[in-house]
């Protein structure tokens, strides 16, 4: 079994005294980067699921929101737990463990859907994102390690590329399984009372689990292609010298990376960044649904299957324009653009603004790949490498957060267009990051120029 779990597919590249290998292995770099539009899928679902549990459970915004709180949590809850184990074992072994849980959280939404209670599909939430804290933890480091160093921002853009294609396959898979034609579900069900109210809610929401279904397959043949190929340890050789050092416990990393104030910052604004890119998918539904009572569940989740592929264009383009410019320069000027436009979605209430959210969700393509990979340069010591990523996860908190807030807002107003103004925040804040991390990097290598002309 040990020699099984050590893979019979082999790696094609050399690995190198800091972690990182000569050259991409192609094959494990395509099935690190499939692991993408896996949990990207299950995210998009929340959006289908916000919209359906608002009506069955009878939700307010705010308390809607808590879909997206439960399954960042468990971000949040898990990350450092899943950088130890990957610190101890192996990014293969955390990626399998990431999608045995994320099977098992698929699975409790059968007697979720059977007890029709909002709290047991929130655990079975939590469930997913612990398996998903331990596949982000674990993958994204491992992509920016599947190469040479100098490579590493641009290939986890690349492997952020797949992200928009599972989040289609996400919405399209709610749209058709679990929305349903005809008058949307709060006309249909604001004409019913009692027992077969009661019956309609059951059965919408044993809609809810089919989705599911069909990931758990896809995660069980992913689990046993994992297993069968082999990966790189992606961990820095240690020197003789550093034998007593190369243990870095909890602590002490907590305390390296605390000091840190450019990793810190980069914290700060992932954590910003999440937030506002989940609350923006969590609402666009409910904004093109405000608009028009003649629109349905599954017409406005259409608005999302194009949020979706802008969100890849964006990447792409993104990724095309990192070759010819900084990477933060163009995490900058995206930013601008997406806070024009978020600013309209705010202050403009008709339904050219639904559009513009299409917009803005082009313009998060650089964001989560850029900040992530950006921050955790800041740790010149690789002993804490796991650790720092791990925290980098963590910061997907921000996704538990904003829409709560933004749910609050759009409660207190009664208008979910203004709520959009939390988001138009947090655009700024990502863009002024990226101009402050670009003018400090220019001027430490014109200070290394110097010193190389002297």
Known sequence: ???????????????????????????????????????????????????????????????SALVNSAFYLGYFVIAIPASRVIKKTSYKLAIVIGLSLFTIGCLLFFPASHLATYGVFLIALFAIACGLSFLETSANTFSTLMGPKSASTVRLNIS??????????????????????GASLATTMAKMHGAARLAYGQRMLQQTLLPYKYLIVVLLVAIFIFVLTQFPSGKPKQRSDQAAAKSAGVGETLRYLIHNKDFMKGIGTEFVYMGMQTAVWAYTINLAMSFSNRINERDASTFMIYTYIAFFCGKLLATALMKRFATAQVLFGFSVVGTLALGYV??????????????ASGLFGPGWPTIYSQTLDTVTDKRYTETAGAIVVMSIIGGAVTPLIQGLIADMTGSVSLSFIIDVISFAIVGSYALSYYKRHQAASEVTHMEELL
Do not use: C
């Open 1 to 63: 079994m040990q020699k099984l779990f050590r893979g019979v597919i082999k790696l094609s590249a050399h690995e190198q005294d800091d972690g990182y290998l000569d050259k991409t292995p192609i094959f494990q770099f395509m099935l690190l980067s499939l692991l993408i539009p896996l949990w990207a899928a299950a995210a998009s679902l929340n959006n289908i699921l916000i919209t359906q549990f608002k009506t069955i459970f009878e939700l307010n915004n705010a308390t």
């Open 160 to 181: 952020q590329i797949f992200y928009p294609i599972g989040a289609v396959v996400g919405i399209l898979l709610g749209k058709y399984l679990i929305f349903n034609d």
């Open 346 to 359: 705010t202050f403009v209430p008709n339904e050219s603004a639904v559009y513009l959210t299409i917009l």
